[in-house]
């Protein structure tokens, strides 16, 4: 089916798809942030947080080493740099894929990240300084850029004088006037500045080298703006997607939320800045920043899967060394077609293959190919509890390469990258897998180059693992 958006952010070595939101973790390791300054300050515990992120289902990590909450105090490159290193060096270690920003407006930290290996620019100063144009130009990093208003004057609310109605042969003598106010600023004179700068800025990024499809844009909600401001910004959203960039909504715990929730307490404000968010993607925002990643994810993911129609083409490796293995797969296919929002398009037939990962015994394989409206993750959980349904016991001594009824590894879905403990897509091993390999032959013409073509490096056959010892049939689950 056609999709209603195809564009891409090309940021570093991913391409993240916007055919659905996207989900960005706030890590702040700073000690004055303003709802969670001092939480992370340790390198060991801001990096557990992160992949705990991750867990819960964003799709990137927002390093902040400088606090840009009102009244905030500035801090050097140098200190930035000594609070968001260990962090960055810590995540691309423990989770190698995971998609990283770096929340600065220093060149020198930004140079510094780059080199690391994060993905993402998100400059709060929307990229004024040369230097920090020169580096994102001499980057592969996606750019952030961010309109902060700098206290250039408050807008008021709007308002016209009415002329009272006279009498044709009314006596001449003064008429008065009313006048008619409204709720909130003109909203012309504000999205001029916004979209304005937002525009320029972008423009000086593409003459410098940066490409188009690297560049988001953020309306920078709260910086030096009104409540009234955000929220004529906020309703003015689909003007800021019409500008042709990826569009950017970081209102998580903002003043201006809490002005139209009446939460006063910055951390309680998780819920009322889903509302907000959920505004913000029915009108074309597909990248989101918040503070609270379990809550947003549960919101966005269940909205989507209701609001819009978006089956997404997926591949589940499944295997078994215990009992009846044939019939453990034919169940399991079974249940995977009972998936809410899923269904089975076809299956391989089944295969004989050699132990791998530690594994004693062979092992009897087949690959299905589904199609699912629902987040991978919570794919992933509805894949677990078919293994759970066949019985399938996991020991800890053995990292899940113990005896199995069943083995269900999503190991590829559409348009979908992510790293963490919990799900790594694509599956890390899965180009050097024959008994997923093999079996992928009996659904498409050419997985390797269908793969390749989605990125994932494919070993040669002489040098991957499982390999496939014969055929054992059909699998009749229909």
Request: aromatic share 4%.
């Amino acid at each position: 089916m056609l999709r209603q958006d195809y564009s891409i952010w090309r940021c570093g070595r991913h391409e993240i798809s916007l055919a659905r939101p996207r989900v960005m973790g706030i890590l702040n390791v700073t000690p004055d942030s303003f709802s969670d300054g001092g939480e992370h300050d340790d390198p060991k515990v801001a990096v557990d947080y992160a992949l705990q992120m991750l867990d819960q289902g964003a799709d990137i990590i927002d390093v902040g080493g400088e606090s840009t909450r009102p009244g905030h105090t500035p801090v050097s490159p140098e200190e930035e740099a000594k609070r968001v290193v260990p962090v960055i060096r810590g995540i691309l270690q423990a989770a190698p894929s995971a998609i990283v920003s770096i929340d600065t407006r220093h060149p020198a930290v930004a140079h510094m990240c780059a080199r690391m290996g994060v993905s993402i620019i998100n400059d709060v100063s929307g990229f004024t300084d040369p230097e920090m144009v020169r580096v994102a130009a001499e980057s592969n990093c996606g750019c952030v850029v961010m309109h902060w208003n700098r206290g250039e004057g408050q807008a008021t609310r709007k308002f016209v004088q009415l002329d009272s109605a006279r009498p044709a042969r009314a006596p001449q003598r003064s008429i008065p006037t009313s006048t008619r106010r409204f709720t909130l600023p003109e909203e012309a004179p504000i999205m001029r500045d916004v979209m304005g700068f937002l525009g320029d800025q972008a423009r000086i990024l593409m003459r410098a080298g940066v490409s188009h499809d690297r560049i988001c844009i953020d309306p920078g909600p709260g910086f030096d703006k009104t409540a009234d401001q955000d929220v004529v910004i906020q309703r003015a959203t689909r003007k800021l997607v019409s500008m042709g960039y990826p569009v950017l909504t970081a209102v998580s715990r903002k003043r201006f939320v809490g002005a139209v929730s009446g939460i006063t307490v910055a951390a309680d404000r998780d819920p009322a800045t889903m509302g907000i968010c959920l505004s913000a993607i029915e009108s074309g925002a597909r990248i989101l920043r918040v503070h609270d990643v379990a809550t947003a994810c549960q919101a966005i993911d269940s909205y989507w899967s209701v609001a819009k129609a978006d089956p997404r083409q997926g591949f589940v490796s499944i295997g078994s060394n215990v009992g009846d293995r044939l019939e453990n797969l034919t169940q399991a296919v079974r249940l995977i077609n009972q998936i809410p929002l899923t269904c089975v398009v076809q299956v391989s037939h089944a295969y004989e293959t050699e132990p791998a990962y530690g594994i004693k015994t062979s092992v009897a394989n087949a690959v299905v190919e589904i199609r699912s409206e629902l987040h991978p993750m919570v794919l992933l959980d509805d894949l677990m509890n078919v293994e759970h349904q066949l019985g399938r016991e996991r020991d800890p001594e053995q990292t899940g390469h113990g005896p199995r009824t069943i083995d269900c590894d999503l190991v590829y879905v559409e348009d979908e990258e992510h790293a963490g403990r919990k799900l790594t897509l694509p599956h890390p091993h899965l180009g050097e897998r024959d008994y997923v390999l093999v079996p992928m032959e009996d659904l498409m013409h050419d997985p390797v180059r269908f793969l390749m073509h989605a990125g994932v490096p494919v070993y040669a056959p002489e040098e991957r693992v499982g390999h496939v010892v014969s055929e054992l049939g059909v699998l009749d689950w229909q």
